[in-house]
Every structure is written in structure tokens, then in C-alpha cells.
């Protein structure tokens, strides 16, 4: 059963990340953005609403956006782009592996079906935890909270960190969200989210308890038999953390790179595309 968060007053309510604008500019993001929404819902296309506008919903955090982030199951990818294109707006698949997009001169709209590292693909349980909200007077959906944080945990790039976003999301919701459903997500990866819980505890010192006891204790006793054993020697999961701060060690130090078949989802031509476009977002 999809849940609803607490709605929070947001500061700055003419700021995109209000959501609840229902007559934006013509020819504004906020119009283009309206546009691919309600396309999506007229072709009946199951779509959430994740990035600045969810974390917005969820924390009351408003933020600055370059983009609208959509979240489709991959089977319904090239369904979206061909409704969106319909209404004159150019669309390509960006990264087979985890993203497509749609343009309307140089605002774009994301639409993503899995994570940059392949380790978080859109599914029913995305759709099934949704809870409903309106996004510039249109109805949506908002990519669940714990989804949310299970995707964000890993961006830990260079340029981009998003750990502020996972500490607000724990913040906001660690009383109510399903935290046995949120440490099955993360799987054999369960010491990201053991890294986040305790920086949340350093970052909110007085929120600590948002953390329930049972779910700490149970990843700390999996750090002392983990630890207890030794791991593969040859494996860096790094990349699944940075597309860029391990590849010295994949492409010198001989070491296996934790996005590739056997070990995650992800092909070689996918991690060397996903690679190729850090120097391409340069320029």
C-alpha cells in the first residue's frame, strides 16, 4: 500500500521545488516539464518523480533544479519517449544501461530507469510504495522514500556527493519508513547503508533514534562476522560508489570492477560509454 509522507510548508512556494504551482510560464521548464508529465498520464505510461522535486516533498529541502527526473520500469522506456516525442520534443536513450532523455530546446527532462551504476533498476516495488502528490497541477506520484535513499547512498563522486540528501531523507522520515524493506534493497552492499545510519548519527546527534536499535545492531553484527572473514582480494566496488575515482585501480592495479557481469549488471560497453561521458559533461 503506497504511503503518503508528511507535507511540509515549503519556504519559497513560487521556487520549482514547491511542486504545487498549478499555471506555470508558457515556455518555462515548469511548462515543459507539466507537458511531459501529463503525456505520460494521457498515454496511461506508469511513471514517479524523483530528483529536487521529491526530496522537496519528503524534507521541505528547496533547491535550484536543472532538470526534471522521471522514473519509468525499463520495458516502459521506449513507450515514454515515443508519447514525448509526439508533442515535438526530442528524445534519445542516453545510456543504455540507465537513462534516456527528452529535450525542448536546452531544457531536458531525465527519464531513468536504474541507477548510474546499475545496481538500483526502476521495479514494481518502486511503483507499489509510491505515494501520490501534484506536481505543477499535475497528479503524480514520487519515487518512494526508501528508494530514494538506496539510490542516492551510492553517488559519492568527486563533483557530487549526495549524502546531504540521504542524511535529510533519514531525517524526515526515519520514524515511518519501512527500514526492513530499506536494508533488503541494499543486499550484499548492506555497509553503504551502514556508512549513512552512522554519519546520520554524527550529522543529527539529537535524531539518532530515528535509527531504530534493531536495524543498527543487526548491520554492526554483520561488520563483526564479515570482518571475521577475508574478502575477494581482487574485487573493488568503488566504482559502484564513483564512475571515475577506481578506475586506476580496474584498469592498473588488476582489480575486477564491481559493476561488471559477474559481480553486478552492467557490460563492459556500458561502463566504458558511462566513462567516456565524465570528459563528454566537461565541455
Known amino acids: 500500500m503506497a504511503r503518503t509522507a508528511p507535507r511540509r510548508s515549503l519556504d519559497l512556494p513560487?521556487?520549482?521545488a514547491a511542486g504545487n504551482l498549478?499555471?506555470?510560464?508558457?515556455?518555462?521548464?515548469?511548462?515543459?516539464?507539466?507537458?511531459?508529465?501529463?503525456?505520460?498520464?494521457?498515454?496511461?505510461i506508469p511513471f514517479l518523480v524523483g530528483g529536487t522535486y521529491a526530496l522537496g516533498h519528503y524534507t521541505g529541502v528547496v533547491r535550484p533544479t536543472k532538470d526534471l527526473d522521471v522514473f519509468v520500469r525499463r520495458e516502459s522506456l521506449d513507450r515514454a519517449l515515443a508519447a514525448i516525442e509526439t508533442h515535438g520534443h526530442r528524445t534519445e536513450i542516453t545510456h543504455p544501461h540507465f537513462l534516456g532523455k527528452a529535450y525542448a530546446g536546452p531544457k531536458f527532462v531525465d527519464v531513468i530507469f536504474a541507477s548510474g551504476n546499475g545496481s538500483c533498476p526502476?521495479?514494481?516495488?518502486?511503483?507499489?510504495?509510491?505515494?501520490?502528490?501534484?506536481?505543477?497541477?499535475?497528479?503524480?506520484?514520487?519515487?518512494?522514500?526508501?528508494?530514494?535513499?538506496?539510490?542516492?547512498?551510492?553517488?559519492?563522486?568527486?563533483?557530487?556527493?549526495?549524502?546531504?540528501?540521504?542524511?535529510?531523507?533519514?531525517?524526515?522520515?526515519?520514524?515511518?519508513?519501512?527500514?526492513?524493506?530499506?536494508?533488503?534493497?541494499?543486499g550484499p552492499h548492506w555497509r553503504v547503508l551502514l556508512a549513512?545510519?552512522?554519519?546520520?548519527g554524527f550529522i543529527y546527534p539529537g535524531d539518532r533514534v530515528k535509527v531504530p536499535d534493531a536495524i543498527l545492531d543487526e548491520l554492526i553484527e554483520r561488520l563483526r562476522r564479515e570482518s571475521a572473514s577475508a574478502g575477494d582480494p581482487n574485487l573493488c566496488r568503488g566504482t559502484l560508489l564513483s564512475r571515475s575515482q577506481y578506475l586506476h585501480d580496474v584498469h592498473h592495479l588488476g582489480f575486477s570492477d564491481a559493476r561488471l557481469e559477474p559481480f553486478g549488471s552492467m557490460t563492459a560497453e556500458q561502463t566504458a560509454l558511462w566513462t567516456k561521458a565524465?570528459?563528454?559533461?566537461?565541455h
Open 14 to 16: 513560487d521556487h520549482p
Open 122 to 186: 526502476v521495479d514494481d516495488w518502486w511503483f507499489e510504495h509510491a505515494p501520490h502528490g501534484v506536481l505543477f497541477g499535475v497528479p503524480v506520484r514520487y519515487c518512494p522514500i526508501e528508494e530514494m535513499i538506496w539510490s542516492k547512498a551510492y553517488v559519492m563522486e568527486r563533483e557530487r556527493y549526495d549524502g546531504h540528501d540521504v542524511a535529510h531523507l533519514l531525517r524526515a522520515g526515519g520514524a515511518w519508513l519501512d527500514w526492513q524493506r530499506l536494508t533488503a534493497r541494499f
Open 278 to 282: 565524465i570528459d563528454d559533461e566537461k
Open 22 to 44: 498549478s499555471r506555470p510560464r508558457r515556455g518555462s521548464s515548469a511548462a515543459f516539464y507539466r507537458d511531459v508529465m501529463s503525456t505520460l498520464n494521457d498515454a496511461q
Open 196 to 200: 549513512h545510519v552512522v554519519l546520520f
